[in-house]
């Protein structure tokens, strides 16, 4: 199964009659699935874990919508499967969600460079995030992206530490305008721990 590779493949997509017939039931499956992988971190900043559950998800519903097929598939693919993790890691989406047009343009010009201040610790031990290497989400003149795609490398010790019953792990950003932490409940830590194997 694609699932045991970390990648999603074409067989994995079902027919588009069949996706359409099932929809209502599968995106509520995935919305509750998701509901412990969503962590809020301060007032701006939302992390949204992904999974291959999550992203396979995400390519059925861009098929569903655009209609582009295997030439938009391979598309699809090539953008999404990188935000699978590969079992020695977690992945995440992470968004500056702010409605005013006029705060949001205020503070994304001043955060510049978070992507490379975010964090997770467990028990004391600290994974810096790495940003997705697909396009800078810092521009040339300091203005981060509202997106960014991170993900956190684990070693076997570390991972062992995550799932260990107890485990006390915060996710946090440490950048000079924006400094927040926040500790996982057992709910996200038992959903993340799916990710690593």
Same mark, same amino acid.
């Given at each position: 199964?694609?699932?045991?590779?970390? /990648?999603?493949?074409?067989?994995?997509?079902?027919?588009?009659?069949?996706?359409?017939?099932?929809? *209502?039931?599968?995106?509520?499956?995935?919305?509750?699935?998701? *509901?412990?992988?969503?962590?809020?971190?301060?007032?701006?900043?939302?992390?949204? !874990?992904?999974? !291959?559950?999550?992203?396979?998800? /995400?390519?059925?519903?861009? $098929?569903?919508?655009?209609?582009?097929?295997?030439?938009?598939?391979?598309?699809?693919?090539?953008?999404?499967?990188?935000?699978?993790?590969?079992?020695?890691? $977690?992945?995440?989406? $992470?968004?500056?969600?702010?409605?005013?047009?006029?705060?949001?343009? +205020?503070?994304?010009?001043?955060?510049?460079?978070?992507?490379?201040?975010?964090?997770?610790?467990?028990?004391?031990?600290?994974?810096?995030?790495?940003?997705?290497?697909?396009?800078?989400?810092?521009?040339? #003149?300091?203005?981060?992206?509202?997106? /960014?795609?991170? @993900?956190? *490398?684990?070693?076997?010790?570390?991972?062992?530490? !995550?799932?260990?019953?107890?485990? #006390?792990?915060?996710?946090?950003?440490? @950048?000079?305008?924006?400094? @927040?932490?926040?500790?996982?409940? $057992?709910? #996200?830590?038992? +959903?993340?721990?799916?990710?690593? #194997?």
């Amino acid at each position: 199964m694609s699932k045991d590779e970390k /990648q999603i493949r074409k067989e994995d997509i079902m027919p588009m009659d069949v996706y359409i017939k099932n929809r *209502k039931e599968l995106r509520k499956n995935i919305v509750n699935f998701k *509901k412990d992988r969503r962590i809020e971190l301060g007032p701006y900043a939302t992390f949204y !874990f992904e999974s !291959f559950e999550t992203m396979l998800a /995400q390519v059925q519903e861009m $098929l569903y919508i655009e209609k582009g097929g295997d030439e938009q598939l391979r598309d699809e693919l090539a953008a999404y499967n990188p935000l699978v993790p590969n079992g020695k890691e $977690l992945t995440a989406t $992470l968004m500056f969600e702010i409605d005013n047009p006029v705060s949001r343009a +205020s503070f994304l010009n001043k955060v510049g460079g978070i992507e490379d201040k975010v964090f997770i610790n467990v028990d004391g031990d600290t994974i810096m995030a790495s940003p997705e290497e697909d396009v800078d989400r810092t521009s040339s #003149n300091g203005k981060a992206s509202s997106v /960014q795609f991170i @993900h956190f *490398k684990f070693t076997d010790e570390q991972i062992q530490k !995550f799932k260990s019953d107890g485990a #006390n792990v915060e996710l946090g950003i440490n @950048h000079r305008e924006y400094f @927040h932490t926040t500790k996982l409940g $057992l709910e #996200n830590i038992n +959903s993340l721990s799916s990710d690593f #194997n």
